[in-house]
């Protein structure tokens, strides 16, 4: 194993991407169950976790953005040039939809005349001003959004774990919570 590779990302940049992490996936879990059920108390309860966990993640993204671009991340594990392309490819779409995602269901629930009030006391301004129309055309770019970070998700995990059974370079390890 490296030098490059021993090197742990910081405490709270393990803690933020972790966190974010499984706000991303309760979040996606949620929004597709919730969508399936019919009209009642339950539904519309879970559509408000879904708009509180989408405005937690969109702060957890700002928090992790302003951690990344303050503090220099470890040096890339050797791996060939095509995979490293597509690693920071990858990275930086998932940073993108990251604020795209959440954006967007707060857009459309702004369109659609639902107010976002983040956990039953904060009211949030709308996004953008009520319009059926704009909600209706909103409406599938949130969730062509979701499932495209959910595949990149999907992407990630593999890719990481792919580093960590089959390479076995260490990548894995440097993102691990704990103890180095």
């Known amino acids: ?6 090197e742990r990302y910081t405490g709270p940049a393990i803690a933020l991407h972790w966190l974010l992490g499984l706000a991303i996936v309760g979040s996606f879990s949620v929004g597709v169950y919730m969508t399936e059920l019919p009209i009642s108390p339950q539904r519309l309860k879970l559509y408000n976790w879904h708009k509180w966990a989408g405005i937690c993640i ?11 671009l303050t503090h ?17 490819a990858v990275h930086g779409l998932l940073y993108l939809l990251f604020f795209a995602v959440p954006l967007a269901g707060w ?11 983040v956990f039953g006391v904060l009211p949030l301004p709308d996004f953008v001003s009520p319009d059926k129309a704009l909600a209706e055309a909103i ?28 390479d076995r370079d260490g990548l894995l390890d440097r993102m691990r919570p704990g103890r180095a």
């Open 1 to 6: 194993m490296s030098t490059a590779s021993r």
């Open 58 to 68: 969109l702060t957890l993204s700002a928090l992790r953005l302003l951690w990344r």
């Open 72 to 88: 220099r991340p470890p040096a890339d594990v050797p791996m060939p040039a095509w995979q490293q392309r597509a690693s920071h």
């Open 107 to 117: 857009a459309y629930s702004s369109a659609a005349g639902f107010p976002v009030v």
């Open 139 to 166: 409406k599938p770019l949130h969730k062509i959004l979701a499932f495209t970070l959910a595949a990149l998700v999907l992407a990630h995990v593999g890719a990481a774990l792919k580093h960590h059974f089959v």
